[in-house]
């Protein structure tokens, strides 16, 4: 048997420490935070087609597709999520889901977020990820009902 002296024993924890430390370092650091502050990564919506977009209180198209985003988000082929495009606070979501009777999850983008496309020039933007979180569909301006059909069969065919 060998015995392992006390500085031995701290070399070890020393070794896992830092093992632990770069595993920790590969899991990517969450791109959103939600209304209620927490940290939630795009990896929640795997699995299912995820339409992300982008709006801000101040843009009227924004505001006038929500009421079909809600829609599109309640059948439930596609997970719709709501990125507010100025910087704001949890609590001010929570205002403006309250204010604009918007039913989709609102996010903020962290600032140093690595997300499958760019941060929109014009608004509304809305963009259409697979079950794998890979960005198959750019659709700027507001979305009108036979987009939101085109959108269902888009995934639709994906899932399939």
């Not at 002296?5 to 959103?32: D, H, M, N, Q």
């Not at 100025?86 to 039913?103: F, N, S, V, W």
């Not at 999850?105 to 962290?110: D, M, R």
Request: with cysteine.
């Amino acid at each position: 048997m060998v015995r392992v002296s006390s500085s031995g024993k701290e070399l070890i924890r020393i070794c896992w420490l830092i093992v632990a430390g770069l595993l920790g370092a590969c899991t990517p650091a969450p791109e959103f935070t939600d209304a209620k502050g927490q940290p939630i990564s795009l990896s929640h919506w795997v699995g299912k087609p995820l339409l992300v977009n982008y709006f801000a209180p101040w843009c009227a198209p924004c505001l006038r597709e929500m009421p079909r985003l809600n829609g599109l988000a309640t059948e439930g082929e596609i997970a719709v999520v709501a990125i507010n495009y100025d910087p704001t606070t949890p609590a001010e979501l929570d205002k403006l889901a309250a204010q604009y009777h918007i039913k989709v999850p609102l996010l903020i983008a962290n600032e140093d977020a690595r997300l499958p496309f760019p941060r929109p020039s014009g608004l509304p933007t809305s963009y259409l990820l697979d079950s794998e979180g890979k960005l198959k569909q750019t659709l700027v301006g507001e979305l009108d009902q036979q987009q939101i059909e085109m959108l269902k069969a888009t995934a639709s065919s994906m899932s399939h």
